[in-house]
């Protein structure tokens, strides 16, 4: 099977406009070469530092520009986290992923989280963080703390991005993630469906990502979650069909990466759910939060895996 080197956008289009079956037949060939289509990559969320934002990205219930209902709470101390981490290991997490709601962390919150990252680690978890935008030397000190990942989403294409965020450039996001990789930490970096945007703008997103040298080892694609308060509490849902062709381009497009079923599970039925498996998604979220809202029940996710005949990588 080939793969798609520097794909462009009428190639991403054309994979686009497929044949469902065609579609979804060529992103499960993708998928069983590279990987078991029965088990999934298990990360669970923990918000480190929730609110108060002074970024402005429209979806998120944290932004100090909104009017989100929201418990503003500072930086959670150690045994919070390690309490935290211990039981979503115990749960079936392999991945423990740490968000703080910063435009870009000061050098003595960074410390800290270096902190939670090396005790998290020493549980045997593997360790992500999402804390913003990076300055220098800040990506090597989480390094050397034993950060596996590092979560730096672009969200959506080029194009639609100012009509979302308005506090950031795409640029800014695009030099984090240069400096992530450069610090020798896997990449994190994917985007939201839903926000009013095109088919154009979701193949621009992955034609974005695909650009990324190497490619972002995880890609999330997350269903937007409407928050009451923000701007885009009103945004239309993209079609379901459309939301599995986004995932089974993805899953062509970044053959060697974890595709990740991220935010919006809650609301989604089993059948949708089945169908972005299918498509080649194999990571999700497990645990009930995932920052500021619910995620789907950890009862009705194992319900789901029986189901299906999935289960937990590692
Ligand atoms: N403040 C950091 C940042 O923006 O990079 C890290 C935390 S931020 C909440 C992480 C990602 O969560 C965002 O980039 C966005 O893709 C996703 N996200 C936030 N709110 C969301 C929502 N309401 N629905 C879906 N995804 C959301
Ligand atoms: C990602 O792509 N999705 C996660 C994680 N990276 C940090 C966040 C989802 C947030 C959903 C809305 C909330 O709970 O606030
Ligand atoms: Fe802040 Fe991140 Fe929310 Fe944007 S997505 S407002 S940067 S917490």
New binding site residues.
């Given amino acids: 099977m080939t793969t798609l080197q520097d794909p462009s956008l009428e190639e991403i289009l054309a994979l686009f406009e497929l044949p469902f079956p065609d579609l979804l037949f060529r992103a499960q060939q993708v998928h069983r070469e590279h990987f078991s289509a029965t088990e999934l990559q298990c990360s669970t969320l923990l918000s480190i530092k929730t609110g108060a ?5 429209g ?5 100090v ?1 909104h009017e989100a209902k929201l418990a503003v709470t500072p930086l959670l101390p150690l045994a919070e986290v390690v309490a935290a981490a211990k039981a979503a290991k115990a749960a079936g997490a392999q991945r423990f992923c740490m ?5 870009s962390p000061h050098d003595k919150d960074l410390e800290r989280v270096a902190e939670m990252v090396a005790a998290v680690k020493d549980l045997g978890l593997e360790t992500c963080v ?1 804390l ?1 935008m990076l300055k220098p030397g800040q990506a090597e000190r989480l390094q050397a703390a034993g950060l596996d990942y590092y979560n730096h989403n672009l969200d959506t294409s080029p194009e639609f991005y100012g009509e979302v ?1 308005h ?2 450039s795409y640029q800014e996001r695009l030099d984090t993630l240069a400096a992530v990789r450069e610090a020798g930490i896997k990449v994190c970096s994917g985007g939201i469906l839903g926000m009013g945007e095109s088919r154009r703008d979701r193949a621009r997103l992955l034609q974005s990502l695909a650009a990324l040298r190497p490619a972002p080892e995880s890609v999330p694609i997350n269903a937007l979650v409407p928050i009451a308060g923000t701007p885009l509490a009103g945004a239309e849902p993209v079609d379901e069909i459309e939301f599995v062709r986004t995932i089974a381009v993805a899953r062509i497009l970044f053959p060697m990466s974890y595709v990740r079923l991220a935010a919006g599970r809650e609301k989604m039925s089993d059948a949708l759910q089945a169908l972005a498996f299918l498509a080649g998604a194999n990571s999700i979220f497990l645990g009930e939060r995932l ?1 500021t809202t619910n995620n789907a029940s950890t009862d009705h996710d194992a319900g789901l895996f029986a189901k299906l005949g999935l289960r937990a990588a590692g």
């Fill in positions: 934002c002074p970024e402005d990205c979806y998120c219930a944290q932004s520009h968000g703080a709601a910063w435009r999402t913003g965020i506090t950031r920052l």
